[in-house]
Each structure stands twice: as C-alpha cells, then as structure tokens.
C-alpha cells in the first residue's frame, strides 16, 4: 500500500485530504498538523478584535476526516528528508512517504526591522489572535487606572489586505472597548502605518481609493509612504522619505501589530529546498522540480504566473484550489500515469472592512458596500463547505446578510 502523508490541514493540505479520501485505491492518507483543529486564515482578524469566537472560525480536524482512510497526527514537522523520502516530526519520530504533500502555512515575517518580533503582537495564528484581542481589552483597563491616552491608541503595522480588514474588525469593536476603558467610542484611535502610498495594488485605482476613503470614514487613521525603521516597546519609529538622512518620526501607542508581511515555514529552509523566504518556485504541476514525488501546496509555494512573471499572491482561494489539484495529480500518479499542469484564474477578491462594509472584484464586476458585504459572506460560506462540508457550514456559516 502506497503512503501519503499531507502536512498541514490549512486551506491547501485539508483540501487535498478532502479530496483524496472519497477515492479509492490502494493508498494511506497521513495528515500530521500542529493543532487539532483546522482555523479560516482569512478570518483571523475577527478573533484578534473580539468580533467572533475561536469557535467561529475553526473546526476539529477529526470531524471532517475519514478515519478508515486518514491517520491524523497532532504533532509539528521538523523536517522533510526528500532524498530518503522520510519526514521527522517533533514528537512521532520519523515517518516514510511515497508522496508527500507540504502545505506548512505561513510564519510572521518582520523584514529584518529591529524590534517588530520583540515589540510588536503577530497575527498568524488562532493563539496569536486570541492575545491580541486578549492584550485590547487589558489596555483599556490600564487606561481605567491610568488615564494615559497611548492605552486607547491602537496601531496596526501594514495597510495591506490583513491590516485593512483588522482595522475594519477593530472599528466594528470600537464601541465595546469604550466602555471598558470608560471613555467614548471616538477617543479610541485606530492607525495603519504603511511603507506604499497606495494600498491594496490588486485592485485599479478606482477601488483601492474607494477602499481608502472607506476607511477613512469609519475613523481609521491611514498613514501611507510612512516607512517603518525600527519599532521600541510602545512606540513605532518612522520616516517619510526613503533618504538614508531622513528625518525620524514615532507615534507611542501600547498596542501595536504586526501585519506587514508573512513568510512561508521555516521548515522549508531547514529541509534544503531551494526557497526564498520559505517559498519554493514549483512547477507548474505542482511538484517540486527536484522530486516528482513531493508536492508543495499555499504558502510555501511560489507558482509563476506567465502574464505577469512574478509568482501568484498567496491566498486562500489559490491554496485550495492548489489543494483540488494536488489531489487529482496523486491519483493519477498512484495509477501509474503523468500529473497535468495547474490552470488558475482568480474568480475575484473582496476585502471587508468590518461586517457590514466590503469592496472588491468578483469575477472582473466591481462591487461595494453592501453587495460586497453580502459577497464576502458567501465566499467564507464556500470556504466552510470547501473545507468542513455541510455540517460546518451550518454550524459556522455566516447567514448575518442583514446585520
């Protein structure tokens, strides 16, 4: 009997496990994650605002796995041995495979900015989520003893896709935060500090100010061309001008997070693929170029895209998509025949700015407001019966379309 093993239960491993175990044939499936549950990255803002519970956006991994076909292993991955085609787990020991999937997530990544991972709070996770929302609320009561204004400041590090939609969470929150710090809901200030002058570059000109000015409006502070330099426990040092000389700014705030950029897994450098800040350019199957037999999936995948050259974004939509595919190409390799190349089209992007604003393409239709709201909902539905199936679906699903 032939083994996978698939690890990570992110967006792109789960859906390959998904995928996979409805077929038969004389294979093992072997899915190893940290966790026990499966979390919806693109839904760690909620948490981290305290608009949703962890329950909300999670899922026991177990529920949605067939036993009688998958083994699933609660442990972290040290290492993939590609050569000896053996994988070592911190706990388990090591584990042989005939194919192997790599789908290991994404990691903080800080750009080599001094004191972002010791000053700043990271959001890549569901733990790393439930601190901010947990470091929030502690603030607000400091500011109860205090009456130190830098308690109400929060300040998110980024304006990119994640940041603008943590702001959005932290807005839609605003209210709650007021009244445990005892103040009212416009002293609390919310601030993005971002590097571009102009934010979210996967949409025209058009959206992305329409996305500025929406943020605006709901009373987010938006600093664009503001480079970050160096970050100091409750403060943030900047400058505004990309001269070696140029003169530095700060905003003290004791809330402060990181959203700047995310990396793939460390564990990719540690293994000796040949990464760059833990992506692996794949081809266009999906397999890396030196091993037929190992595939590597989302985050930890760089897939050329021919029109631009650049590799596509790493998104949630691309990794279970990838996730699909990586599936379909194991079987037939388990069959004895030739994997096919990967196609991908994005169907569209929507950014929500808290639950009842969102802007974005779906397709190449550009919508606002309350569509885009409605739209946004039912891309995290599809997510939920992607990745759960229905009985997640309508547990978690998101049917507010009129909150």
């Known amino acids: 009997?032939?083994?996978?093993?698939?690890?990570?239960?992110?967006?792109?491993?789960?859906?390959?496990?998904?995928?996979?175990?409805?077929?038969?044939?004389?294979?093992?499936?072997?899915?190893?994650?940290?966790?026990?549950?499966?979390?919806?990255?693109?839904?760690?803002?909620?948490?981290?605002?305290?608009?949703?519970?962890?329950?909300?956006?999670?899922?026991?991994?177990?529920?949605?796995?067939?036993?009688?076909?998958?083994?699933?292993?609660?442990?972290?991955?040290?290492?993939?041995?590609?050569?000896?085609n053996t994988v070592e787990l911190k706990a388990n020991g090591t584990l042989h495979y005939d194919y192997v999937v790599v789908a290991l997530g994404f990691c903080s990544e800080t750009f080599g900015i001094s004191g972002a991972k010791e000053n700043a709070l990271e959001m890549v996770d569901i733990k790393s989520a439930e601190n901010i929302h947990r470091h929030i609320l502690k603030m607000m009561e400091k500011y109860r003893e205090t009456k130190d204004k830098n308690y109400l400041r929060l300040l998110i590090c980024g304006a990119g896709f994640t940041g603008i939609e943590l702001a959005g969470a932290l807005v839609d929150e605003r209210k709650r935060y007021a009244e445990i710090a005892g103040v009212s809901e416009n002293q609390i200030e919310i601030i993005c500090v971002e590097a571009a002058t102009r934010i979210l570059p996967m949409f025209d000109d058009e959206m992305a100010q329409y996305g500025v000015d929406l943020i605006k409006k709901l009373g987010v502070q938006l600093m664009l061309g503001s480079m970050i330099k160096e970050i100091k426990p409750g403060e943030v040092v900047y400058v505004t001008s990309p001269d070696e000389d140029a003169e530095r700014h700060s905003i003290v705030a004791e809330t402060i997070i990181w959203t700047t950029g995310v990396s793939g897994s460390p564990v990719m450098a540690e293994s000796g693929f040949a990464e760059r800040r833990g992506r692996v350019i794949v081809n266009n199957d999906l397999r890396d170029p030196k091993y037929d037999n190992v595939y590597i999936l989302g985050d930890v995948s760089a897939l050329m895209d021919s029109e631009s050259n650049r590799p596509y974004p790493t998104t949630a939509q691309i990794a279970t998509r990838m996730g699909a595919h990586a599936a379909k190409n194991l079987l037939l390799q388990l069959k004895g025949e030739a994997p096919v190349d990967f196609n991908y089209k994005s169907l569209g992007t929507v950014a929500s700015v808290g639950n009842t604003h969102a802007f974005g393409l779906v397709g190449s239709s550009k919508i606002k407001g309350y569509p885009a709201s409605v739209a946004k909902k039912g891309i995290m539905n599809k997510s939920l019966i992607e990745m759960g199936g229905l009985k997640e679906l309508l547990a978690k699903g998101r049917f507010d379309l009129y909150h």
């Not at 899915?31 to 305290?50: K, Q």
């Open 1 to 84: 009997m032939q083994e996978v093993l698939v690890l990570g239960a992110g967006y792109a491993g789960l859906k390959t496990v998904r995928q996979l175990q409805k077929q038969s044939g004389d294979f093992h499936i072997t899915l190893v994650d940290r966790n026990e549950y499966h979390y919806e990255a693109t839904e760690l803002h909620e948490v981290a605002s305290g608009s949703q519970p962890k329950e909300k956006i999670s899922f026991s991994i177990k529920d949605v796995i067939n036993p009688k076909k998958v083994t699933f292993i609660q442990d972290d991955v040290v290492k993939v041995n590609p050569e000896s």
